[in-house]
């Protein structure tokens, strides 16, 4: 096992009815910006309970933040947040809105060139706290200092991240989800089931601890997941996946273990081209990079396939068996694993090895994922 460090301040508030403890996590003399998207909290009535829990606070309220949070709109809110000397941020709804609002958090007193922080990951010493109220399970953003913010203008897509973003406290309440619909829940059980992939699917360190925990995290996608597909009200099928999707993406994971990351880089780069749902890009990555990359995995693949889908067979047919039930469980939720239905073709492959050949990026748990790589696995993407 490698060495790591660990430290998580999120207090996480998990169940039914947790919306009503606001007062209880924001004091009662903040001025909150309340963030939030499209208007599904308007159309589920959390934004009511928000609101109830919340009677007597100055609130102002910003709405509007898209999936694939842009610059240019969270820009907007950053001067809104300025100049009503704003000192707590509420964001209220999915990944998106919370890293838009992560980024507002470390932009309202930042000084110089805010796109900096995004694509210079520009170190910032302070930020506004944040608080999070989650209607989606998917990017762990809840529990973690991520965020993934995207300029329209030039079309590109990049992380941040800064331990100071860290929300103070995110309530889940697996009644919020209630009204997703099937594309979402989807997308959320594909990107969660992505997110343990990249800490887990690379080579071993016999890291056993992290290794169970992360195909307890998988088996629970896999168990509940339909489940949740099935029956969009069960309270225990969307619990389990709230706070599988939680697990996945809180740090935890990736302690002490090497990681991969590769499949979400080249993700990125497919939404800022082609606008593709997050969790829609990886699936149309992930199965093609483990074909590549299958010697230097292959340890962990068997391993994977034995225990995740209780394979047996000899080793070849057990990295066979790894890859494709991978590709099986994204089609299972009607997610496809081919670029190719997004009309992705040889000219965005292209562009994409040029952008990573310019910014001088490799790749994965052995940093062997050249441009070229990227190449050839999206060539199998678009075949
Ligand atoms: O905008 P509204 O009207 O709220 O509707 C949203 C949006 O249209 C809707 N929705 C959310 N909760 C709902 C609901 N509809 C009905 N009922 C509810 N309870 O769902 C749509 C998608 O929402 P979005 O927030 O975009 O989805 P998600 O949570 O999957 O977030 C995706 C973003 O997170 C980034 C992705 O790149 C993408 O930009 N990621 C963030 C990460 C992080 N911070 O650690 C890691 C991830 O790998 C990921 O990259
Ligand atoms: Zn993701």
């Excluded at 694509?119 to 989606?136: C, M, S």
């Excluded at 762990?140 to 203008?153: C, D, F, K, L, T």
């Excluded at 273990?257 to 590769?262: E, L």
Aim: with cysteine; glycine share 8%.
């Amino acid at each position: 096992m490698n060495n790591f460090q660990y430290h998580n301040p999120v207090r996480i508030l998990f169940g039914k009815g947790q919306i009503a403890q606001l007062p209880t996590q924001i004091p009662a003399t903040a001025k909150i910006m309340l963030t939030y998207g499209g208007g599904s909290i308007f159309k589920n009535g959390v934004y009511e309970q928000v609101k109830k829990a919340l009677a007597g606070y100055q609130i102002v309220e910003f709405g509007g933040i898209e999936p694939n949070p842009t610059y240019e709109t969270l820009m907007k809110a950053v001067e809104i947040a300025r100049s009503e000397k704003i000192d707590f941020l509420l964001s209220v709804g999915g990944g998106s809105v919370l890293d838009g609002t992560k980024f507002i958090a470390a932009a309202v007193p930042y000084e110089g060139d805010t796109w900096q922080l995004v694509a210079k990951r520009a170190k910032h010493a302070t930020a506004l706290p944040i608080g999070a109220v989650l209607t989606l399970p998917a990017t762990g953003s809840e529990m973690n200092y991520y965020a993934v913010i995207s300029r329209q203008e030039t079309q590109e897509k990049y992380g941040m991240g800064n331990p100071k973003l860290y929300p103070q406290f995110s309530i889940l309440d697996p009644e919020t989800t209630f009204s997703l619909p099937p594309r979402q829940i989807a997308n959320g059980i594909a990107d969660a089931f992505t997110h343990v992939m990249e800490q887990y699917m690379t080579y071993p360190v016999r890291a056993t601890m992290q290794d169970r925990m992360a195909e307890a995290v998988l088996l629970t996608l896999i168990e509940e997941g339909p489940k949740m597909m099935q029956n969009p009200t069960d309270y225990d099928a969307a619990a389990n996946i709230m706070w599988a999707a939680t697990m996945a993406l809180n740090g935890l994971l990736a302690a002490g273990v090497p990681t991969d990351w590769a499949t979400h880089q080249i993700g990125h780069e497919m939404t800022a081209l082609h606008g593709i749902d997050h969790a829609r890009t990886l699936a149309t990555v992930l199965p093609h990079l483990l074909e590549i990359k299958k010697d230097t995995k292959r340890e962990k693949l068997i391993q994977y396939a034995q225990h995740v889908w209780k394979c047996t067979g000899t080793d070849d047919e057990l990295v066979a068996a790894a890859i494709q039930k991978t590709a099986d469980f994204y089609e299972s939720l009607q997610i496809p694993t081919k670029a190719s239905v997004y009309n992705v073709g040889p000219d965005s492959v292209q562009e994409i090895v040029k952008r990573f050949t310019a910014r001088g990026m490799n790749f994965g748990e052995r940093a062997d994922i050249t441009p070229q790589v990227v190449g050839q696995i999206l060539e199998r993407s678009i075949a």
